[in-house]
Nanobody
Framework: QVQLVESGGGLVQAGDSLRLSCAAS????????MAWFRQAPGKEREFVAA????????????YYADSVKGRFTISRDTAKNTVYLQMNSLKPEDTAVYYC????????????????WGQGTQVTVSS
């Protein structure tokens, strides 16, 4: 059974940093696109970052939402089957439940296109 388990969330102040982890089990995700999404109360789930195969060109690419570009970094350790989200210079508007997701295809920003999801980890940024 495939499982994605997030960890690393918490309560921090604006300007602080956090690193989220997503440990995958049940299969090897080295060829999968791994992504982070987030969902704030009353809002739709939104794309944050992803690392995976790009479209027509066969290389690994990294993508970010404009709102986090330059502050967040996604990385993956294929040996550990783990993906990370390093979040720096956090802002109150980054407050949300953060989800790890995986799909067996190229990077897309649509939540419904991802096959596997973690349970989420809460990130709260106080001003």
């Amino acid at each position: 059974q495939v499982q994605l388990v997030e960890s690393g969330g918490g309560l921090v102040q604006a300007g602080d940093s956090l690193r989220l982890s997503c440990a995958a089990s049940g299969r090897t995700f080295s060829s999968y696109t791994m992504a982070w999404f987030r969902q704030a109360p009353g809002k739709e789930r939104e794309f944050v970052a992803a690392r995976g195969w790009s479209g027509s060109v066969t290389y690994y690419a990294t993508y970010y939402a404009d709102s986090v570009k330059g502050r967040f970094t996604i990385s993956r350790d294929t040996a550990k089957n783990t993906v990370y989200l390093q979040m720096n210079s956090l802002k109150p508007e980054d407050t949300a439940v953060y989800y790890c997701a995986a799909r067996g295809g190229t990077v897309v920003r649509i939540p419904s296109e991802y096959n596997y999801w973690g349970q989420g980890t809460q990130v709260t940024v106080s001003s």
